[in-house]
């Protein structure tokens, strides 16, 4: 037991530094566009499955109450919390558009989508792209793995952060830690002594 606990740490921790290798530049690029979404009056919305969903309205709800400094609430949507809206949806037509109807109901030019699938193969992510990209919104997907079918779809002004690894649990503990590095930027950058 204790040997499977200790593999699990050493597994996220070594994860992570390869992570910090290879997202630094694609969460740097992700924080200015976020920023720029922001300064525009832009909204964003976030979506994803299981765990993901867990990380989509973790990231909503550090922007719209605050991260680690007072400020103004900043504007986000989580996708995954309406009860009736996704059930609806999933009932009358399909899970795979639970998201991508709801973006082309709330989705504005400029709003940008942030999609979490560890798999990148997730119908319904795939589908909310396809929408963002039919509402002119820029796309920050959180990937792992190969980046699956999310990856092909991306155009050049999109930001994929792909976690290296294969592992769900692991590329999820990663996507946690670059969205708190994703508000941590947006927050020295909009507010650098954390005035409000
Ligand atoms: O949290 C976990 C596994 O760690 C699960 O709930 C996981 O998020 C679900 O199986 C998701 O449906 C996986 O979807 P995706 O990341 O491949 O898009
Ligand atoms: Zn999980």
Redesign the pocket.
């Known amino acids: 037991m204790l040997e499977l606990i200790k593999a699990n740490f050493t597994e996220s921790i070594q994860t992570k530094i390869a992570a910090s290798e290879a997202l630094a530049s694609p969460i740097e690029q992700a924080a200015m566009l976020l920023v720029q979404c922001l300064l525009a009056g832009n909204k964003i919305l976030t979506c ?7 990380d989509a309205q973790h990231f909503s709800s550090e922007l719209l109450n605050r991260y680690e400094t007072e400020r103004p609430s900043l504007p986000a949507i989580a996708l995954t919390t309406d009860s009736s809206t996704l059930t609806s949806i999933a009932n009358d037509y399909a899970y795979e558009e639970v998201f991508s109807k709801q973006i082309r109901g709330l989705g504005n030019q400029g709003d940008i989508l942030l999609a ?7 119908r319904n ?1 795939v589908k909310a792209i396809e929408a963002a990209v039919s509402r002119d919104m820029p796309i920050i997907a959180l990937t ?1 793995g190969d980046g ?1 079918d999310v990856a092909g779809l991306l155009g050049e002004n999109d930001i994929e952060i792909r976690v290296p690894s294969n592992r ?2 692991r ?2 503990e990663v996507h946690l830690l670059v969205i708190h590095c994703l508000c941590d930027l947006i927050d020295s950058i909009l507010f650098p002594q954390g005035d409000s």
């Open positions: 994803g499955n299981g765990g993901s969903a867990g979490i699938s560890t798999s990148g193969n997730s992510i792992g699956g769900t649990a590329i999820q």
